[in-house]
């Protein structure tokens, strides 16, 4: 497991703890299926409740709940209780997650989808409204009442840069905490396919986490690896349907007023512009899904974290524009998230390698089940214009992307994609292929017994023609065993000279490739996990000319509360056939090349008032040295304040030359309540010489009704100060949401 990957599970799954698999027996207490009322439905065991929402009086409690860990099986140590209920517009939970102890409850942040808020008391919902085990939607809150929520995808995988309108209030009380949510039906579809017997059927699970104690409690799915959002093994319940009398249609309606320097605006004079748009959402009874949007700027969307490249690729950056968001998940394919390529890299449309772009001027998709597959269209155009004084104008671009995918059982899918078009705006460009995907999350090993285990496979081919390029093929394959005990990865793919997906990511063509992960996932019974293993990847340019070897043997330690410290030894190969400048003054010549070095990192607990990630690196770099060192650190005084400061080195000591990369990133966040959050970021690095400055405030004012704020400026330090002008770009937005 790379440090990347351990990282990111350690924020989203804290102190994965320890499930030994004779504690089994306990999961027959778990509900077989659930129901839900209609709002003010008949009493269930209920009684009242509600938290004084009438449309919750009467519904049935639900407090199956069963100890995922520390004691896989056990009774969970607090009680938690679900109260949910529905009426033709809305979904209503009620949660009660008792405590005896409230002056212990952890509950630091307000802010919206901070990953932080993931490690401390919550609750998390899950919900399959197609009830195949693919696509669902993860909502989460804490008993501050922030929110986070994603999208899930593929039966187990997530993108957290997912939002949907939903509203919560949560509160903390002498004997624990409440939340009440509501969230519009219109966010899991009006419309959904009948089942083989004939009745529309959800799929739903629940989860709380308890800080203190490191304890988890889940309505389904408590065998060793699962986690709430492997949709395969949530419960089964009847589909909620949503009213059929009004039109499915959610208008958002926008007003923006920008100023840009002369610098920014690309034509050598301040711009100053008025300009409405409008983003239409609807859904058919059928479910079909269309999105429509005229005139969008993104200028609100939250700034990339600076990041100094020190290889020879472009960096892969997350998408967080909202339009592209929306049913993101429709359009994977291949397994391929991110990597060393993707066929369609939304970032494409509109955004250029530093994150600045231009406004839509129209966009258009469709997304949803017809004939048992699932399907997303987008056509897009981007606006054209001028992109800086000494540059062309860049043409508007026309680019569109199909993908299809039909799923042959309930562990077999294959599926389609074709792209068209390019970000520069000229033409000749398309990109089409075909994928398989296999994934059983009950998979029982050969000679093995009780089942329970993850297996996912999946392999694709790939076709590109562009002009003056000519045609290019790819293909690649990949196997995942993420489990308790044994566990590894192996991904290999082969990339053609001339393949280039014209709006997607590649970081070079011409290229075999391949990496994995083997190790062995050994949890204890305090909910430690403590995994040592080996990380491998391999690069091969198909003429011989380049090739590269790394091995990584390494150990990771993850506590229960959340915090982890990785060691890594790295034995490293390369073979480069031209000349390559990682930094400014510092030349590697062709040749080859043998290093090795030592790594280790370890990151804190967010849910601790003030937390920190450190990492340090040491040893060889080609025929030279390299030292890194950086560290972080987030204090939370309250839930309303939060700074997060952090200092990155880069030390390089080659034959060549010698130079010290130096990064800074100070922010700051505001949350006066979970309606309004205002954040300043600042970053600046040695290597550009910029200095980034980043201010965003967003205030729901009403249910349906936002005021965004944004301001960019770029400066410059040292000798550039006084040869290149400072850039600011300031947008005031007004957004006016209607449901009709």
Same mark, same amino acid.
């Given at each position: 497991?790379?440090?990347?990957?351990?990282?990111?599970? $350690?924020?989203?799954?804290?102190?994965?703890?320890?499930?030994?698999?004779?504690?089994?027996?306990?999961?027959?207490?778990?509900?077989? &299926?659930?129901?839900?009322?209609?709002?003010?439905?008949?009493?269930?065991?209920?009684?009242?409740?509600?938290?004084?929402?009438?449309?919750?009086?009467?519904?049935?409690?639900?407090?199956?709940?069963?100890?995922?860990?520390?004691?896989?099986?056990?009774?969970?140590?607090?009680?938690?209780?679900? %109260?949910?209920?529905?009426?033709? /517009?809305?979904?209503?939970?009620?949660?009660?997650?008792?405590?005896?102890?409230?002056?212990?409850?952890?509950?630091?942040?307000? +802010?919206?989808?901070?990953?932080?808020?993931?490690?401390?008391?919550?609750?998390?919902?899950?919900?399959?409204?197609?009830?195949?085990?693919?696509?669902?939607?993860?909502?989460?809150?804490?008993?501050?009442?922030?929110?986070?929520? &994603?999208?899930?995808?593929?039966?187990?995988?997530? +993108?957290?840069?997912?939002?949907?309108?939903? +509203?919560?209030?949560?509160?903390?009380?002498?004997?624990?905490?409440?939340?009440?949510?509501?969230?519009?039906?219109?966010?899991?579809?009006?419309?959904?396919?009948?089942?083989?017997?004939?009745?529309?059927?959800?799929?739903?699970?629940?989860?709380?986490?308890?800080?203190?104690?490191?304890?988890?409690?889940?309505?389904?799915?408590?065998?060793?690896?699962?986690?709430?959002?492997?949709?395969?093994?949530?419960?089964?319940?009847?589909? #909620?349907?949503?009213?059929?009398?009004?039109?499915?249609?959610?208008?958002?309606?926008?007003?923006?007023?920008?100023?840009?320097?002369?610098?920014?605006?690309?034509?050598?004079?301040?711009?100053?512009?008025?300009?409405?748009?409008?983003?239409?959402?609807?859904?058919?009874?059928?479910?079909?899904?269309?999105?429509?949007?005229?005139? #969008?700027?993104?200028?609100?969307? !939250?700034?990339?974290?600076?990041?100094?490249?020190?290889?020879?690729?472009?960096?892969? %950056?997350?998408? /967080?524009?909202?339009?592209?968001?929306?049913?993101?998940?429709?359009?994977?394919?291949?397994?391929?998230?991110?990597?060393?390529?993707?066929? *369609?890299?939304?970032?494409?449309?509109?955004?250029?390698?530093?994150?600045?772009?231009?406004?839509?001027?129209?966009?258009?998709?469709?997304?949803?089940?017809?004939?048992?597959?699932?399907?997303?269209?987008?056509?897009?155009?981007?606006?054209?214009?001028?992109?800086?004084?000494?540059?062309?104008?860049?043409?508007?671009?026309?680019?569109?992307?199909?993908?299809?995918?039909?799923?042959?059982?309930?562990?077999?899918?294959?599926?389609?994609?074709?792209?068209?078009?390019?970000?520069?705006?000229?033409?000749?460009?398309?990109?089409?292929?075909?994928?398989?995907?296999?994934?059983?999350?009950?998979?029982?090993?050969?000679?093995?017994?009780?089942?329970?285990?993850?297996?996912?496979?999946?392999?694709?081919?790939?076709?590109?023609?562009?002009?003056?390029?000519?045609?290019?093929? $790819?293909?690649?394959?990949?196997?995942?065993?993420?489990?308790?005990?044994?566990?590894?990865?192996?991904?290999?793919?082969?990339?053609?000279?001339?393949?280039?997906?014209?709006?997607?990511?590649?970081?070079?063509?011409?290229?075999?490739?391949?990496?994995?992960?083997?190790?062995?996932?050994?949890?204890?019974?305090?909910?430690?996990?403590?995994?040592?293993?080996?990380?491998?990847?391999?690069?091969?340019?198909?003429?011989?000319?380049?090739?590269?070897?790394?091995?990584?043997? !390494?150990?990771?330690?993850?506590? $229960?509360?959340?915090?982890?410290?990785?060691? !890594? &030894?790295?034995? !490293?190969?390369?073979?480069?056939?031209?000349?390559?400048?990682?930094?400014?003054?510092?030349?590697?010549?062709?040749?080859?090349?043998?290093?090795? *070095?030592?790594?280790?990192?370890?990151?804190?607990?967010?849910?601790?008032?003030?937390?920190?990630?450190?990492?340090?690196?040491?040893?060889?770099?080609?025929?030279?040295?390299?030292?890194?060192?950086?560290?972080?650190?987030?204090?939370?005084?309250?839930?309303?304040?939060?700074?997060?400061?952090?200092?990155?080195?880069?030390?390089?000591?080659?034959?060549?030359?010698?130079?010290?990369?130096?990064?800074?990133?100070? %922010?700051?966040?505001?949350?006066?309540?979970? %309606?309004?959050?205002?954040?300043?970021?600042?970053?600046?690095?040695?290597?550009?010489?910029?200095?980034?400055?980043?201010? +965003?405030?967003?205030?729901?004012?009403?249910?349906?009704?936002?005021?965004?704020?944004?301001?960019?400026?770029?400066?410059?330090?040292?000798?550039?100060?006084?040869?290149?002008?400072?850039?600011?770009?300031?947008?005031? /937005?007004?957004?006016?949401?209607?449901?009709?």
């Amino acid at each position: 497991m790379t440090r990347r990957g351990l990282a990111s599970a $350690a924020r989203f799954v804290a102190a994965l703890a320890a499930v030994p698999s004779a504690a089994f027996a306990a999961a027959e207490a778990l509900p077989a &299926a659930l129901s839900l009322p209609a709002a003010g439905g008949g009493a269930g065991n209920g009684g009242g409740g509600g938290g004084g929402n009438p449309a919750l009086v009467g519904a049935t409690v639900i407090d199956g709940f069963v100890q995922v860990a520390p004691v896989a099986g056990a009774a969970p140590s607090r009680r938690t209780e679900l %109260r949910l209920a529905h009426d033709a /517009k809305s979904l209503y939970v009620h949660v009660r997650a008792y405590d005896s102890m409230p002056s212990s409850i952890v509950a630091q942040q307000m +802010r919206r989808d901070v990953e932080g808020m993931l490690q401390e008391d919550r609750v998390t919902l899950v919900f399959d409204p197609e009830g195949d085990g693919r696509n669902g939607y993860l909502f989460a809150v804490n008993p501050n009442g922030a929110q986070f929520d &994603a999208l899930i995808f593929d039966g187990g995988r997530m +993108r957290f840069d997912w939002d949907a309108l939903w +509203r919560s209030e949560a509160r903390i009380e002498i004997d624990g905490w409440s939340a009440d949510i509501t969230i519009p039906l219109s966010v899991f579809g009006r419309g959904r396919p009948v089942g083989a017997d004939g009745l529309r059927q959800w799929r739903v699970n629940a989860e709380r986490w308890m800080p203190r104690g490191s304890e988890r409690v889940r309505l389904a799915g408590i065998q060793p690896d699962k986690e709430v959002y492997s949709l395969g093994d949530a419960l089964p319940m009847p589909a #909620i349907v949503a009213a059929q009398d009004g039109w499915g249609l959610r208008m958002k309606g926008s007003l923006r007023a920008t100023a840009e320097s002369s610098a920014a605006s690309g034509t050598g004079r301040t711009r100053r512009r008025l300009e409405p748009g409008l983003e239409l959402f609807h859904e058919s009874e059928g479910g079909l899904r269309t999105t429509a949007a005229l005139n #969008i700027d993104f200028g609100e969307a !939250e700034a990339d974290e600076r990041a100094i490249n020190l290889t020879r690729f472009e960096l892969f %950056r997350p998408e /967080k524009r909202e339009f592209f968001l929306h049913d993101a998940g429709r359009y994977t394919f291949g397994g391929l998230v991110d990597g060393a390529v993707v066929p *369609y890299y939304s970032r494409r449309v509109g955004l250029d390698a530093t994150g600045r772009g231009r406004s839509l001027d129209a966009g258009l998709k469709f997304s949803g089940q017809a004939a048992g597959a699932d399907f997303g269209l987008l056509a897009a155009r981007v606006a054209g214009g001028a992109t800086a004084p000494d540059q062309p104008d860049q043409r508007a671009a026309d680019v569109a992307v199909v993908r299809l995918a039909r799923p042959l059982d309930s562990r077999h899918r294959v599926g389609m994609m074709l792209t068209r078009g390019n970000a520069e705006g000229t033409g000749g460009s398309g990109t089409h292929g075909v994928d398989y995907q296999f994934r059983d999350s009950d998979w029982t090993p050969p000679g093995g017994a009780g089942g329970g285990k993850t297996l996912e496979a999946h392999a694709w081919a790939l076709e590109s023609r562009n002009a003056g390029l000519g045609t290019g093929r $790819a293909w690649g394959a990949s196997i995942d065993y993420p489990n308790v005990g044994l566990n590894g990865s192996a991904h290999v793919q082969r990339i053609g000279a001339n393949f280039n997906p014209a709006l997607g990511y590649l970081a070079e063509s011409d290229v075999t490739r391949g990496e994995g992960t083997l190790g062995w996932w050994h949890r204890t019974g305090s909910g430690e996990s403590v995994i040592p293993g080996i990380d491998w990847n391999f690069r091969r340019k198909q003429d011989g000319s380049e090739r590269s070897l790394m091995l990584n043997p !390494e150990l990771a330690y993850t506590a $229960a509360s959340g915090d982890t410290v990785l060691a !890594e &030894a790295f034995y !490293e190969t390369d073979r480069l056939a031209a000349a390559y400048s990682p930094v400014p003054g510092v030349l590697i010549q062709p040749g080859d090349y043998s290093w090795h *070095y030592l790594y280790g990192y370890m990151e804190t607990s967010p849910s601790r008032p003030l937390s920190a990630y450190a990492d340090v690196r040491g040893g060889g770099y080609y025929d030279g040295r390299r030292q890194d060192q950086s560290v972080t650190l987030t204090w939370k005084p309250s839930a309303r304040w939060g700074w997060r400061a952090g200092l990155t080195r880069n030390a390089i000591r080659l034959p060549s030359g010698s130079f010290t990369v130096r990064m800074a990133t100070l %922010r700051l966040d505001h949350t006066p309540s979970t %309606r309004m959050a205002e954040s300043l970021l600042l970053q600046w690095d040695n290597v550009s010489q910029e200095l980034g400055v980043s201010a +965003r405030v967003r205030w729901l004012w009403a249910a349906d009704r936002e005021l965004i704020f944004s301001l960019d400026r770029l400066g410059y330090t040292g000798e550039r100060r006084d040869t290149l002008p400072g850039q600011t770009r300031a947008m005031l /937005k007004l957004v006016w949401n209607l449901e009709r």
